[in-house]
């Protein structure tokens, strides 16, 4: 396996810039794993591919406003994205700026000061500020959309899932922006299930592999939770024969951890709510345990969402499909098309 095996060509024009509106009139292409056939819809027509007590599984993980800015003592800007809270104080972190090495001090501009701890991988810092930096970051955060996005985002809310609940990440589980509060009821009284699950995304998650051996990668661990009703409802849609369809790849990964923790005995599934951290990857020849259906958007070449995807429809049909959608002018990436994969 080379990382060359999930590289593709996408031409800039082909970035979505902007959200759909409304969110579920977004283009949905229906990949068709054993008849490998394709189907060109819009989002909200979606329920016509869930049968009655199939179980959608969300993330309700929500976007902080994660971007900072900052000055160091010499007076020069520097720019703070926060990813992960390791305690009330401490915080992993990019930074963006000169000489920002250990035991270096800047104040976020009208918030607390902060010292660097440690210099992690790149631009990756350990930081800890002088006081908790939650209350400051509705008045001083920003969205942090990502790099490829450039026009601007009147909204905020167009970057998070209508469901979105716990806060705690650094991205958007995007997959779950086409949903729409009527879409959902809509597929309740149609007879699927729903059930939550939270995955804080770390900006790890997108970043493209550099190794030639995909193997070689490590995905930083994420913070993820199972609940016990969600374990419950998994189990009741396993023994009645309904369909596990996780509605992006942070599902999909949170799903699967869950599973590495779960046994079928006689007939059975046993699977226990948990929390804690996650660093699964997922490359083609792992075997899916609960995951029988996805919905996922367009992701960038040779990342670790697209090998993904192609461990779960497999290499040369998910650039198949890949292709067609860029034939079909899909827009891709965070605020792009949808497919679902059954």
């Known amino acids: 396996m080379k990382i060359s095996d999930f590289d593709y060509y996408l031409p800039e024009s082909a970035i979505a810039q902007t959200p759909a509106e409304p969110r579920d009139s977004s283009r949905l292409l229906v990949l068709h794993r054993e008849t490998r056939r394709l189907e060109h819809r819009i989002f909200r027509e979606i329920g016509e591919y869930?049968?009655?007590?199939?179980?959608?599984?969300?993330?309700?993980?929500r976007v902080i406003p994660a971007r900072l800015f900052a000055r160091k003592p010499t007076g020069g800007r520097?720019?703070?994205?926060?990813?992960?809270?390791?305690?009330?104080?401490t915080w992993d972190t990019l930074i963006g700026g000169k000489g920002m090495t250990t035991h270096k001090r800047a104040q976020i501009e009208d918030g607390p000061g902060f010292d660097v701890l440690e210099v992690l991988e790149g631009a990756g810092r350990r930081i800890r500020f002088d006081q908790p930096i939650e209350p400051y970051l509705p008045r001083l955060g920003h969205v942090p959309l990502p790099p490829y996005i450039h026009t601007e985002l009147k909204d905020p809310e167009r970057y998070q899932t209508v469901y979105a609940r716990d806060p705690g990440s650094a991205a958007a589980p995007t997959a779950g922006l086409h949903f729409t509060p009527r879409l959902l009821d809509e597929l309740l009284a149609g007879g699927v299930r729903i059930a939550t699950i939270t995955l804080h995304v770390g900006l790890d998650t997108f970043a493209?592999?550099?190794?030639?051996?995909p193997t070689g990668?490590?995905?930083?661990?994420?913070?993820?939770?199972?609940?016990?009703?969600?374990?419950d409802a998994i189990r009741g849609t396993w023994a009645a024969g309904?369909?596990?369809?996780?509605?992006?790849?942070?599902s999909v990964r949170t799903l699967e951890s869950a599973a590495q923790r779960s046994r079928i005995a006689n007939g059975e599934l046993h699977i226990r709510a948990f929390s804690g951290d996650t660093s699964l990857l997922i490359l083609p020849g792992y075997e899916f345990k609960l995951v029988d259906a996805m919905i996922t958007n367009f992701h960038l070449p040779k990342s670790t969402?697209?090998?993904?995807?192609?461990?779960?429809?497999?290499?040369?049909?998910?650039?198949?499909?890949?292709?067609?959608?860029?034939?079909?002018?899909?827009?891709?990436?965070?605020?792009?098309?949808?497919?679902?994969?059954?």
């Open 217 to 231: 990668h490590v995905i930083h661990s994420e913070w993820c939770e199972l609940p016990h009703k969600t374990a």
């Open 50 to 61: 869930l049968r009655p007590g199939d179980l959608l599984v969300l993330n309700q993980t």
């Open 305 to 342: 969402l697209i090998m993904l995807v192609s461990a779960f429809a497999g290499r040369e049909k998910t650039l198949e499909t890949y292709a067609t959608a860029l034939k079909e002018r899909y827009r891709f990436y965070s605020f792009g098309d949808a497919m679902l994969i059954v």
């Open 208 to 213: 493209p592999v550099t190794e030639a051996d």
């Open 78 to 89: 520097v720019e703070v994205l926060l990813l992960r809270r390791l305690d009330p104080l």
């Open 242 to 250: 309904g369909r596990i369809v996780a509605v992006g790849t942070t």
